[in-house]
């Protein structure tokens, strides 16, 4: 949530530029404001029976418009031909007043819950920008003056009860405040995870949130928006990084796939932004604190003894993680001594890696030595390998931290010959400059000497350069290389700036500035 972002609906002036449009905002915010509508139209009655308004709506819509053009109005007078705002704080909304608010500005809001008196609760909105962005500059204007509305439900604790109890629909309307009665012990904001929006608790709503957390019964999705909203509000200066960590070390021994997926990505990133740390020893310090949960957690799998899509999910994620935080020279590890197992009968030819844990394996392999990244590669380039089997080695391959190998890879990606080039670029950005800080270094270095070589070779990809350079910027933690960024991109002579590249360039840029202060604001307090 940057002001260099965009609004999920804009209007197209110029052909050219439709292909920018098919991006994360399009499909990912597109798709959660569809599912938040889906709540806000399935429980407007008053009660918190669940109804098929938002189907009713779409099947109208679709049958209204069958083989024909649409747009959105159309779209929204057949929702609102199933709404009824009606049982809600905000009787006579209309789905397009609601969704104009969500599509035609940029951004969501955070919402604010504090104690308002002794009885109640009071809920207010503003706008979400990472990293202390100031509000109004360098940002376009909106219709709506940042305001949304904003659909709130929730779950509350109170201590004698057996379940935790769930409210009815209500909003917070533009430029107003929401005051609920509260009189429960605790309370979870967003149920069901439904609304486009973090919540942001003060300090006594927190700490009552955190001792009651098992009695919420937070539902898996709840739990990775409480992990996410945390990791949100850290990065933008609400909350002290404690209490991510907090978060962090609650859920470490989750035994949900999806939690425990969303606690290790956020560890993940955290080891991202501490990667170039490497005097102080912070970055070996933070992977130690998780080498023995890590291990725990890929024991406990290993005795699952269910063999259905989510216990083969949880046994390869424990075992990645398993490899990624431990020590992988330590055999005595369980999840090293079995990687190096399956490695060497795959390599013996007397037994094929599971494909559940091929690309722990194949990663852990690439990593032990040039040689043995040269036996991963020789697998990329069987005959019979599928498009799915070469995009597994092409990640497993960018784990390798021997800057040397690093160098010959990419030079493999800019190679027609060896690679194909239709895959180059995004093995360049998507798997090797995200790797570990030995590739983000390299690939950062690489790409500002060699700009102008990598888009005259991969210009014909459309999309594929601007996604390149934007995964390559986002990886930045310190002024010195944003700033060598800068002078070569910014410089009106060097050839490296078009229109396709700069609104990614902008949001890359914007990353690393909320990278860097990021690292300003936590170092000593994980330093500690």
């Known amino acids: 949530s940057y002001i260099s972002s965009r609004p999920a609906s804009v209007v197209v002036t110029d052909p050219g530029n439709v292909h920018h449009l098919f991006d994360a905002i399009a499909y990912n915010k597109g798709a959660s ?18 109804d098929k308004s938002f189907q009713d709506g779409v099947k109208t819509y679709l049958k209204e418009n069958k083989y024909s053009n649409s747009n959105q109005s159309q779209l929204y007078w057949a929702l609102d031909k199933s709404f009824n705002s009606t049982g809600t704080s905000a009787p006579g909304l209309t789905v397009e007043q609601i969704m104009k608010t969500w599509t035609l500005q940029m951004n969501f809001p955070v919402v604010t819950v504090e104690q308002y008196d002794d009885d109640n609760l009071i809920l207010s909105q503003r706008r ?8 109004g500059e360098g940002s376009q204007a909106s219709p709506y003056g940042y305001q949304w509305y904003v659909p709130i439900k929730y779950k509350t604790f109170k201590e004698g009860n057996a379940e935790p109890a769930v409210s009815k629909l209500q909003w917070i309307r533009p430029n107003r405040h929401l005051v609920t009665p509260f ?18 608790y003060s300090m006594d709503l927190w700490k009552k949130l955190k001792a009651d957390i098992t009695d919420l019964k937070l539902s898996s999705r709840e739990q990775q928006v409480l992990l996410y909203d945390t990791h949100l509000l850290v990065n933008a200066g609400y909350y002290p990084l404690s209490r991510e960590i907090e978060l962090l070390n609650m ?23 501490i990667k170039l740390e490497t005097e102080s020893g912070l970055p070996a310090t933070w992977k130690a604190r998780w080498a023995d949960e890590v291990v725990k957690n890929y024991e406990e799998a290993q005795k699952r003894t269910g063999n259905g899509y989510v216990d083969k999910l949880m046994k390869s994620l424990t075992m990645n993680l398993c490899l990624s935080y431990s020590d992988n020279s330590k055999t005595d590890i369980d999840c090293v001594s079995e990687a190096k197992r399956l490695w060497e009968a795959k390599k013996a030819e007397t037994s094929d890696v599971d494909p559940d844990y091929q690309a722990a394996v194949y990663g852990y392999a690439a990593k032990v030595s040039p040689d043995e990244w040269d036996e991963v590669w020789k697998l990329y380039n069987v005959s019979t390998a599928t498009a799915a089997q070469k995009k597994l080695l092409s990640m497993a391959l960018a784990q390798t931290q021997d800057q040397a190998t690093v160098k010959k890879y990419i030079g493999y990606c800019m190679d027609s010959n060896i690679i194909r080039k239709s ?11 995200t790797a570990n800080s030995v590739s983000a270094k390299v690939s950062l270095d690489y790409m500002l000497e060699k700009w102008p070589e990598i888009y005259e070779y991969f210009k014909t990809l459309g999309l594929e350069c601007p996604r390149y350079i934007k995964t390559v910027i986002s990886q930045i933690t310190s002024d010195k290389d944003l700033q060598r960024v800068k002078e070569k991109f910014e410089d009106p ?28 604001d936590n170092k000593s307090a994980l330093s500690k």
């Open 33 to 50: 404001l569809l599912r938040q509508l889906n709540m806000v139209m399935s429980f407007t009655d008053g009660c918190n029976k669940e």
């Open 128 to 135: 979400f920008l990472i990293a202390n962005e100031n509000q």
């Open 183 to 200: 009189s429960e012990d605790s309370i979870f904001v967003n149920w069901d995870g439904n609304g486009f929006y973090v919540t942001s």
């Open 251 to 273: 859920f470490a021994e989750s035994t949900d796939y999806n939690v425990l997926s969303e606690v290790f990505r956020q560890i993940g990133l955290i080891s991202g932004l």
């Open 423 to 433: 895959n180059g670029l995004s093995i360049m950005g998507r798997y090797i400059a």
């Open 493 to 520: 002579k060097s050839g490296y700036m078009n229109d396709a590249i700069e609104v990614d360039y902008k949001s890359a840029m914007d990353t690393a500035r909320a990278n860097i202060q990021w690292l300003k």
